[in-house]
Nanobody, 114 residues
Framework: QVQLVESGGGLVEPGGSLTLSCVGS????????LNWFRRAPGKERELVAS???TYADSVRGRFHISRENDKSTMYLIMDNLKPEDTAVYYC????????????WGQGTQVTVSS
């Protein structure tokens, strides 16, 4: 079955950096579009970045998404982190050409605080 597993979250001070990873298994990695979402406390889930290099306005210029297909892994490189980036970050995968396809990882917590 399709599985997406995130890692790399943690506690970081404002201005710091973190890199999140999402490892996929159970599917052909190159046949999926991949995205990073986040949900902050008390807020709706929002799209942070997609592998088509689309970014939320709040993170553009600070976050960078990439993927290594031979390792079935997607990354989110986060620089100059701000307290408002504190959230649970989720990896999302959708099979190309299948509009009902929608898979999620379990999430990884990112906390930006001094």
């Amino acid at each position: 079955q399709v599985q997406l597993v995130e890692s790399g979250g943690g506690l970081v001070e404002p201005g710091g950096s973190l890199t999140l990873s999402c490892v996929g298994s159970g599917f052909v990695f190159t046949r999926f579009r991949l995205n990073w979402f986040r949900r902050a406390p008390g807020k709706e889930r929002e799209l942070v970045a997609s592998d088509s290099s689309t970014y939320a306005d709040s993170v553009r210029g600070r976050f960078h998404i990439s993927r290594e297909n031979d390792k079935s892994t997607m990354y989110l490189i986060m620089d100059n982190l701000k307290p408002e980036d504190t959230a649970v970050y989720y990896c999302n995968g959708r099979e190309i050409g299948n509009p009902t396809s929608d898979y999620w990882g379990q999430g990884t917590q990112v906390t930006v605080s001094s």
